[in-house]
């Protein structure tokens, strides 16, 4: 049978050669029944790209942009990350056997997604800056060089990612559900999912298409600002604040794209507060056995905002994306959970603490 991945949509890549893959893709959609009852609505999937084999949705965008490397004949790969792009980058690096360059912003990187870059190898650069400076040095770099560079400005790695989209509509029997929420940094992964979708509507495979819902945390929303307020573009935000470190980015490179993507689907963009992030973390572990990264639990967090402000009707098919698994964050986790409960080696210090007794 036809291994779900990311290339069983060869025919829709523009890919000619033999792809780097480590068996992207193909991941869950799960139906979440707890959950959309305490938001309130009729009918809530969740796409765990945290399945990814690398944790993250970033894989489908490296797959297609690693392949696309050494059809070009590069040499070498970079990018500026905010973790998980330099994780995937990275390991899909390895995979295709050439050097990889990632520049993080120094401090500001969860622990999982350092441990990958620096594992597989990547010749990883702690920059004095934020993420954007990061990706302006990258820019500068990558143009001074023969270096690919591989953030979602590269379309390549929209074209990967577009897969998300094709994916959802297949598990749904090509029924395409109302909206799809998801939390928004750099603004590719919105863009993406919004070309699939209207690919496979165009290809005649679909017949309508979802409305695109952006989240961003509330000390880091540019493109929620240009949203509210209809401008034609974004206002770069300088110090963008959040501890959904993944979505920390002030100035999305794909903008434009996004503002887009949701004007023309009739979609919207909200934020979230921290707090408002890490509760739904918590909702989406205890009530659905869904272990995300802070940024993932945006999607979430977003949508429970968007439905109390009745934005969003409860009779709505919504799916959101979570875009990266638990354990990229751990130290997050361990901030925000109670400790656990030390006790002696024996029966009775067990059942006192289970017990009380
Ligand atoms: C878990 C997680 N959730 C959401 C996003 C936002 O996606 P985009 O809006 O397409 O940027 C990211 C992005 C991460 C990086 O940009 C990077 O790794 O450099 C992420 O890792």
């Not at 190898?121 to 143009?143: E, M, P, Q, W, Y």
Request: with cysteine; hydrophobic share 40%; proline share 5%.
């Amino acid at each position: 049978t036809e291994c779900p991945s990311v290339w069983k949509y060869a025919k829709l890549l523009p890919i000619e050669r033999e792809p780097v893959t480590i068996r992207e893709g193909g991941t869950p959609l799960y139906k979440c029944d707890r959950l959309a009852e305490k938001i309130g609505i009729k009918e809530l999937y969740v796409k765990h790209e945290g399945m990814n084999p690398t944790g993250s949705f970033k894989d489908r965008g490296m797959t297609v942009g690693v392949t696309k490397a050494l059809e070009l004949g590069m040499s070498t790969v970079a990018c500026a990350s905010t973790g998980n792009t330099s994780a995937a980058l990275a390991i899909y690096g390895a995979k295709a056997g050439i050097p990889v360059i990632v520049l993080l912003p120094a401090g500001k990187v969860a622990l999982g997604k350092v441990a990958q870059a620096l594992m597989h190898g990547a010749k990883v650069l702690s920059i004095r800056g934020n993420f954007d400076d990061a990706l302006a040095l990258v820019r500068t770099l990558c143009s001074q060089e023969k270096i690919y560079l591989l953030n979602s400005i590269n379309p390549y790695r929209l074209e990967g990612q577009k897969t998300i989209g094709f994916e959802i509509a297949d598990q749904l029997g090509f029924k395409v559900p109302d909206r799809i929420v998801l939390p928004v940094g750099n603004a590719g992964n919105i863009t993406a999912i919004w070309k699939g979708f209207r690919e496979f509507k165009k290809l005649g495979i679909t017949d309508s298409l979802p409305k695109m819902t952006g989240i961003q945390a509330a000390g880091s929303c540019p493109i929620v600002k240009a949203i509210k307020s209809e401008a034609p573009e974004i206002t770069p935000e300088e110090e963008p604040e959040t501890v959904a470190t993944a979505i920390r980015i002030g100035n999305p490179v794909n903008a434009k794209k996004a503002l887009s993507a949701i004007r023309e689907s009739g979609g919207t963009a909200e934020s979230v507060t921290d707090e408002e992030i890490l509760a739904a973390q918590k909702d989406l572990a205890r009530l659905e056995g869904i272990g995300v990264e802070p940024a993932s639990a945006a999607s979430v967090a977003g949508l429970r905002k968007l439905v109390d402000m009745g934005v969003i009707s409860r009779d709505e098919t919504v799916v959101c994306i979570t875009t990266g698994h638990l354990l990229k964050d751990p130290q997050t986790v361990i901030d925000v959970c109670e400790e656990p409960i030390v006790v002696d080696a024996s029966i009775e210090a067990i059942r006192e603490a289970i017990f009380g007794k």
